[in-house]
Every structure is written in C-alpha cells, then in structure tokens.
C-alpha cells in the first residue's frame, strides 16, 4: 500500500499562484498513473489533473485547462500541481491519488490511493 501526501496549500489572493507537492511513501508509485482532484464544500469530489506513469500524457478539466500544470518525477514518488491565476472558485480541498493502472483516469473509481488532502482558499 502507498501512503500519499499533499503539502503546498494556504491562501492566496486571486490571480496569485501555488504550486501542490504528492509525496508518495511506502510502494513506489514510478509505474502508475496519478492525479490531483478537488472537493468543494457541499460538493463531490471533482477530477482536476492526471499524469501517466512516464509523463508523456496529461489531461486537464475545462476549468483548470491553461493555468494548471501536473508534473511528475519519472522514476520518482513526487507529483506536483502548479496552479496560475487562482480564482475563487478554485477554493477546495485537494487530494492527490495514485491509479490502478499506469495511465491517468478522470473518475474517482480509478484510482486506489488517496491523500488526506490539502486545502487550498482563493480569496477574492
């Protein structure tokens, strides 16, 4: 089993930056997929980013599509989000999760590990 930890959020104005860090422990994680999805308050818990096993593929939601970034160490336990011009309706928490296989997937079904999560507020 892997254990997953997200660090790097807080709060930040509109318009700023964060970048979130996954640091996987435990099984290493180099020859699965992983993404990064969000929960709101009041609401479920939505897909935002995912990264294949080597990199070469990533996929955005519509809303994070041009100021989020998913990265990975290849070879590594360490997958990052960078996240431009923050709105407020970026507000959540977020969790990072490690798929069952070695491509991303845009569900939830499709992972197998999760994070607790970190929380992350855009002020207006």
């Known amino acids: 089993q892997v254990q997953l930890v997200e660090s790097g959020g807080g709060l930040v104005q509109a318009g700023g930056s964060l970048r979130l860090t996954c640091a996987a422990s435990?099984?290493?994680?180099?020859?699965?997929?992983m993404g990064w999805f969000r929960q709101a308050l009041g609401k479920e818990r939505a897909f935002v980013a995912g990264?294949?096993?080597?990199?070469?593929?990533?996929y955005y939601s519509n809303s994070v599509k041009g100021r989020f970034t998913i990265s990975r160490i290849v070879d590594g336990n360490t997958v990052y989000l960078q996240m431009n011009n923050l709105k407020p309706e970026d507000t959540a928490i977020y969790y990072c999760?490690?798929?069952?296989?070695?491509?991303?997937?845009?569900?939830?079904?499709?992972?197998?590990?999760w994070g607790q999560g970190t929380q992350v507020t855009v002020s207006p």
């Open positions: 999760a490690a798929a069952y296989g070695a491509n991303w997937g845009s569900i939830v079904s499709d992972y197998r590990d």
């Open positions: 435990g099984r290493t994680v180099s020859e699965y997929g």
């Open positions: 990264i294949n096993y080597n990199g070469f593929s990533t």
